[in-house]
């Protein structure tokens, strides 16, 4: 695995010497109403997650009001039979609440950024001061909308979700082309919920070899099972859709991690990345006391002087204050030199 740098994305330092980024995903979960996506945001804060993500788009920015087949949802979606337009209306953050959401979250110590769809949306974004930008799974083919946001200068997240290895190339090199760019690759299924078996983590790491960047995890499953996993294999950033309950009806309410499982994937993502570690044998502080338990060789019965030690007269048990068990058989077949009760412990300076 290559080493490398902390980026700095709001106030939080992310890279592999830190616990992964929580990244709360609010997405359509506000359901039509500023107080709850205001909810969604406090929620987010007191689980312990360093951000939250929303999405800057409109209807008519992302696709057109259509009729025709091939603007429907397919039938094979969690949101089968709407048109594109009325499932991404139904969806889109107002606008003109960004700004208080923004607001809120440098009152209550989290960082707010987005995904912007156009560029127009980043535009809007710069003006609110946003630490960041994420790209879309669907979006990485749009390379001006990836120069767009490099222009920033701000740090660049982009999710890999159904991406080539040759587009995932192509988007990076199309960033770095505007100019230096922090950034970083998030692994994604586009399933909604996904299975963990198609989340196929490896890939961080080839891409952080391939591109030289720091990778993370979007992931759409169900539980933290797999967002551990990734942590563990150096993921610097983890996305998860947030909700304040699944049981609303929210387009994404019904995958989506709760405020208890948030907090949850907060302490144990923590745990995973310190769990992890360096390569090092040497004990530590905590580790010492307990070494004395090691086995070691003992006499398991009263010997007397000048009496040559047979097997039986050995045993190999706890704790270590005798010979290591590895030199039994050069203790077998000497004599003691002095009478030695069970119990003690074999050193060199009881036998010849």
Same mark, same amino acid.
């Given at each position: 695995?290559?080493?490398?740098?902390?980026?700095?994305?709001?106030?939080?330092?992310?890279?592999?010497?830190?616990?992964?980024?929580?990244?709360?995903?609010?997405?359509?979960?506000?359901?039509?109403?500023?107080?709850?996506?205001?909810?969604?945001?406090?929620?987010?804060?007191?689980?312990?997650?360093?951000?939250?993500?929303?999405?800057?788009?409109?209807?008519?920015?992302?696709?057109?009001?259509?009729?025709?087949?091939?603007?429907?949802?397919?039938?094979?979606?969690?949101?089968?039979?709407?048109?594109?337009?009325?499932?991404?209306?139904?969806?889109?953050?107002?606008?003109?609440?960004?700004?208080?959401?923004?607001?809120?979250?440098?009152?209550?110590?989290?960082?707010?950024?987005?995904?912007?769809?156009?560029?127009?949306?980043?535009?809007?974004?710069?003006?609110?001061?946003?630490?960041?930008?994420?790209?879309?799974?669907?979006?990485?083919?749009?390379?001006?909308?990836?120069?767009?946001?490099?222009?920033?200068?701000?740090? /660049?997240?982009? &999710?890999?979700?159904?991406?080539?290895? =040759? *587009?995932? @190339?192509? $988007?990076? #090199?199309?960033?770095?082309?505007?100019?230096?760019?922090?950034?970083?690759?998030?692994?994604?299924?586009?399933?909604?919920?996904?299975?963990?078996?198609?989340?196929?983590?490896?890939?961080?790491?080839?891409?952080?070899?391939?591109?030289?960047?720091?990778?993370?995890?979007?992931?759409?499953?169900?539980?933290?099972?797999?967002?551990?996993?990734?942590?563990?294999?150096?993921?610097?950033?983890?996305?998860?859709?947030?909700?304040?309950?699944?049981?609303?009806?929210?387009?994404?309410?019904?995958?989506? /991690?709760?405020? &208890?499982?948030?907090?949850?994937?907060? =302490? *144990?993502? @923590?745990? $995973?990345? #310190?769990?992890?570690?360096?390569?090092?044998?040497?004990?530590?502080?905590?580790?010492?006391?307990?070494?004395?338990?090691?086995?070691?060789?003992?006499?398991?019965?009263?010997?007397?002087?000048?009496?040559?030690?047979?097997?039986?007269?050995?045993?190999?048990?706890?704790?270590?204050?005798?010979?290591?068990?590895?030199?039994?058989?050069?203790?077998?077949?000497?004599?003691?030199?002095?009478?030695?009760?069970?119990?003690?412990?074999?050193?060199?300076?009881?036998?010849?």
């Amino acid at each position: 695995m290559i080493s490398l740098g902390d980026i700095q994305i709001g106030d939080h330092k992310v890279g592999p010497s830190h616990p992964p980024m929580i990244v709360a995903e609010m997405s359509a979960n506000h359901n039509g109403s500023l107080k709850r996506a205001l909810q969604i945001v406090e929620a987010a804060q007191k689980a312990g997650a360093h951000a939250v993500k929303l999405q800057t788009f409109t209807a008519e920015t992302i696709t057109m009001r259509s009729n025709h087949p091939r603007f429907r949802v397919s039938n094979d979606n969690p949101w089968a039979g709407q048109s594109l337009f009325e499932l991404y209306q139904r969806a889109s953050l107002p606008w003109e609440w960004h700004k208080e959401i923004f607001d809120l979250g440098k009152k209550i110590g989290i960082t707010v950024f987005s995904s912007p769809f156009d560029s127009t949306a980043v535009d809007f974004l710069e003006k609110l001061d946003a630490p960041a930008y994420k790209i879309a799974s669907c979006e990485l083919v749009d390379l001006e909308l990836i120069r767009c946001c490099a222009r920033t200068g701000k740090p /660049l997240i982009m &999710s890999t979700g159904m991406a080539s290895f =040759d *587009e995932i @190339k192509e $988007a990076v #090199e199309t960033a770095r082309e505007v100019g230096p760019c922090d950034l970083v690759l998030l692994r994604c299924s586009t399933v909604y919920p996904s299975p963990a078996g198609l989340s196929n983590l490896k890939i961080m790491n080839h891409l952080a070899e391939s591109f030289h960047v720091l990778t993370g995890f979007s992931d759409h499953t169900v539980g933290i099972g797999a967002s551990l996993a990734a942590t563990a294999l150096g993921a610097v950033l983890i996305e998860r859709h947030f909700t304040l309950s699944r049981k609303d009806r929210g387009l994404d309410d019904f995958y989506a /991690l709760e405020p &208890s499982e948030l907090k949850l994937l907060v =302490d *144990e993502s @923590k745990a $995973a990345h #310190e769990a992890v570690g360096s390569i090092r044998y040497e004990l530590s502080e905590d580790e010492k006391p307990y070494k004395r338990y090691r086995r070691s060789l003992f006499f398991a019965r009263d010997i007397r002087k000048g009496s040559c030690i047979v097997p039986e007269d050995i045993r190999s048990i706890r704790p270590s204050d005798g010979l290591a068990p590895k030199y039994l058989k050069e203790i077998v077949g000497r004599k003691v030199r002095l009478d030695v009760k069970r119990g003690i412990p074999v050193s060199w300076d009881l036998v010849e």
